[in-house]
């Protein structure tokens, strides 16, 4: 009598091996826009070079990499360049969002800067720091590597379940309304602002 | 002969009032009078660099009669010498004659400062926003307009996993 | 930004009409950080070259208006990233200035040495870069290895490696140790190998000759009427260092250390080698500053009324926690004149000066930056007109343009 083995028990080592190959390769797209980007290349240069953890095949064109190095704030004229960049990218993908600007806003709190780019792409790690230390991206990448080891799956699924919107809550009460829907120009408004008047 | 005798003598009594602080020499100068004044400093008197253009907006300073102040800082590049000739202009309309034919480099400066104070420059060749995006409506350097904007920054939509 | 399609110039009918457009950026591995070129294209030459910029804009300038003058410090360390030191410099001596302070000797030291390896710093990643984006990337490597040293040093008397925040209203934040001496010595003891090994890299270098000799020419009277300072326009001729011309901090009594680096090529190549003599120049000031750095303290007297006392003296004495709390109470902090300064340095990239009004309180009605880099910038499309698509990045990184400087 033949044993059967059970499709899942096949189909989760596939997985391990697919993250195995996956987290040991993966290709940044070094989206620098400030300080950080120093750092970044501090990181990948001679004395901490980022080579040692497989990450180091920096890739400036988004349809060759799979992970996305968010570093520096970004402004408001940058939100639509980023988020086309990343829909560039093909899939599986992961974003990492270095520093404080990146992933708050920082210390400028300012017309044109975008507190936290969570608020419009997807992000796996948030490094603080402003900026970061070149351990801490590499500690973030190791972080990164972990995730994909554990959550993985070979043919995206982890994915497929995150269709909603995972960035901070909606921020639009704390602002006085008068003055949110009062936002002058004509920008492309979408899901920030439902349930408000759009401003044409 | 120094530089405000100079001017006052071609351009009429009272056409530049000197002030000092520290090492900075000052001179103010009435709108009308700016393009000629400038043009007159560089080709005469040898000042052939706009080092800067700052603009300063006055709504709420304390004495102040004008809105928003021009500061050209000339610099003469033999002899080391600088100069601060001041202006100012007013709403509802501010118009400031451009000096982009005396200096090449006034042109950004000029629209910079376009864009954060509505400042208009006449006859600058290409007068458009810099820093900001086109659809920007407001000049955000000006003092009504609140540091944290209008929620302009998060008007964009946002993009899922799912979507990507 | 939509843009217009540029007119053909030249008759219709002819194969010359097929100029095509080209979008450079803003997320180019060129352009550094974010800045974008729409160029206009006849094959591989370039007929214009429109810049597009203000994808970084931050409204540094605007946090000037609401935080005070020792807050504000460590926004203008954003401004310059690559050398963040020398900008808090810059904007401290405005401050100095415009409240007539006189810094004591050996805080004038301090921050000559500091100011003097920014810019050391800053030389580095903008040779090594060009070498980069030329296609070298051993000279990044070697550049990369001697910034991690001045890294070092800065975080050895700051606590942060990358924006120090060092500066305060009348002195620094707090006193060097003795190992920053140790290490300032050791560092100008290794750094001409390293110097000698990237000049040995490039200047020789027949491709890196090629791409960067006659490329990108600014004659000396545009680089006056563009207003173009510091190394550019040194690299055209104009023999102007404010550290010469305008002596501030410790260059009165140093100035038999160095020379004002020249040249008269004005093309990427003299800009390099204006770098590369200017590390050298700054090495000996350095050299010279630490040997001579006075004793005593580093900030002036809190009879000022305007430094901030040291946590022993906050913690242990009432006159302390007295000063501690009038500095930093909202309504209270310092007074300052009622008027408005111009003060400036000698940076790395050129000129950076800031125009302070004052409004009497302790912080600024406006802080108006002078920002070499967009001055610098505003000369590309002049520069880069008729040369080859290849070309943009050898000028590109030649001006060094640094974006959250371009933007602020």
């Known amino acids: ?200 | 002969m120094n530089h405000q005798e100079a001017i006052d003598a071609k351009f009429g009594a009272e056409s530049a009032m000197p002030t000092e602080f520290r090492d900075n020499k000052r001179l103010t100068v009435p709108l009308e009078k700016i393009y000629g004044v400038l043009a007159f400093l560089q080709v005469q008197r040898g000042f052939d660099m706009l080092c800067d253009l700052a603009g300063i907006d006055y709504l709420g300073y304390a004495d102040a009669t004008d809105r928003y102040g021009i500061v050209y800082s000339l610099t003469n590049t033999n002899s080391g010498e600088r100069l601060f000739v001041k202006t100012f202009a007013n709403d509802p309309d501010p118009e400031v004659p451009s000096v982009v034919d005396l200096w090449e480099a006034a042109n950004w400066m000029e629209r910079e400062l376009y864009d954060l104070f509505g400042v208009k420059f006449a006859g600058h060749p290409d007068l458009r926003r810099i820093l900001l995006p086109d659809e920007f409506t407001s000049h955000p350097l000006r003092k009504d307009y609140p540091m944290r904007g209008y929620g302009e920054r998060h008007n964009f939509p946002t993009v899922t996993r799912a979507e990507s | 930004m939509p843009l217009e399609a540029v007119a053909s110039q030249y008759e219709t009918g002819t194969d010359q009409e097929f100029l095509y457009t080209l979008n450079f950026g803003p997320q180019h591995p060129a352009t550094h950080t974010t800045l974008r070129l729409v160029l206009t294209l006849d094959g591989e030459t370039i007929v214009k070259a429109v810049p597009d910029i203000g994808y970084l804009h931050s409204g540094f300038e605007k946090l000037g208006e609401d935080l005070d003058f020792n807050q504000y410090v460590t926004i203008v360390d954003r401004m310059n990233y690559v050398s963040p030191v020398a900008n808090e410099i810059a904007w401290h001596h405005t401050i100095e200035k415009l409240m007539g302070l006189e810094i004591t000797p050996r805080c004038k030291y301090i921050r000559t040495i500091l100011a003097e390896l920014a810019r050391i710093s800053d030389h580095l990643l903008c040779v090594g870069a060009v070498a980069l984006d030329l296609g070298g990337l051993t000279a990044f490597l070697y550049a990369f290895n001697e910034r991690e040293k001045v890294y070092d040093i800065i975080e050895n008397a700051s606590g942060q490696r990358f924006h120090p925040s060092y500066t305060r209203v009348g002195g620094l934040i707090n006193d060097v140790n003795d190992d920053f001496v140790t290490q300032v010595r050791a560092f100008v003891k290794s750094f001409p190998k390293a110097h000698s090994d990237v000049c040995r890299l490039l200047n020789k270098n027949k491709i890196f000759i090629d791409r960067t000799q006659g490329v990108g020419v600014l004659t000396r009277e545009e680089a006056i009427n563009r207003s173009c300072t510091g190394p550019v326009g040194r690299a055209s001729g104009i023999a102007r260092d404010l550290r010469k011309d305008e002596p501030y901090l410790a260059y009165p009594e140093l100035q038999g250390a160095f020379k004002i680096v020249c040249s008269n090529g004005g093309d990427c190549l003299a800009r390099y080698l204006v770098r590369m003599g200017e590390m050298v120049e700054s090495v000996n000031i350095i050299a010279a500053a630490i040997e001579n750095l006075p004793s005593g303290p580093v900030n002036i007297g809190t009879d000022s009324n305007v430094v901030i006392p040291d946590k022993s003296a906050t913690y242990r004495s009432i006159e302390g926690l007295i000063q501690h709390f009038e500095l930093f109470m909202w309504n209270r902090r310092f007074e300052t004149p009622v008027n408005e300064v111009y003060g400036a340095n000698e940076t790395a990239n050129g000129e950076l000066g800031f125009y302070v009004v004052s409004d009497g309180s302790a912080k600024a009605w406006r802080a108006r930056t002078r920002p070499p880099s967009f001055i610098h910038f505003a000369t590309f499309p002049h520069l880069v007109e008729g040369h080859q698509i290849s070309d943009v990045a050898a000028i590109l990184g030649s001006l060094n343009i640094i974006a959250a400087e371009l933007d602020r």
């Open chain 1, 1 to 200: 009598m033949a044993l059967k083995v059970d499709d899942n028990i096949f189909v989760s080592k596939l997985d391990d091996l697919a993250n195995w190959v996956r987290k040991h390769s993966l290709w940044p797209m070094p989206f620098a826009t400030a300080c950080c980007g120093i750092e970044l290349m501090a990181t990948a240069s001679s004395r901490y070079d980022l080579a040692r953890f497989g990450s180091e095949a920096m890739r400036f064109t988004p349809r060759q990499c799979d992970l996305m190095i968010v570093a520096g704030r970004v402004a408001m004229k940058m939100v639509p360049v980023m988020q086309r960049i990343w829909l560039q990218m093909p899939e599986p993908k992961w974003c990492i969002s270095m520093g404080a600007c990146a992933s708050t806003g920082g210390v400028f709190d300012t017309y044109s800067v975008v507190q936290g780019i969570d608020r419009f792409i997807p992000v796996d790690v948030y490094v603080p720091g402003c900026p970061p230390r070149p351990e801490q991206v590499i500690r973030s990448v190791l972080d990164l590597q972990e995730k994909i080891q554990k959550g993985g799956t070979i043919n995206g699924r982890e994915f497929a379940r995150r269709d909603t919107y995972e960035g901070p809550g909606d921020r639009l009460g704390e602002l006085d309304p008068s003055e949110v829907v009062i936002a002058p120009g004509n920008f492309a408004t979408g899901k920030r602002l439902r349930g408000l008047p759009l401003v044409s």
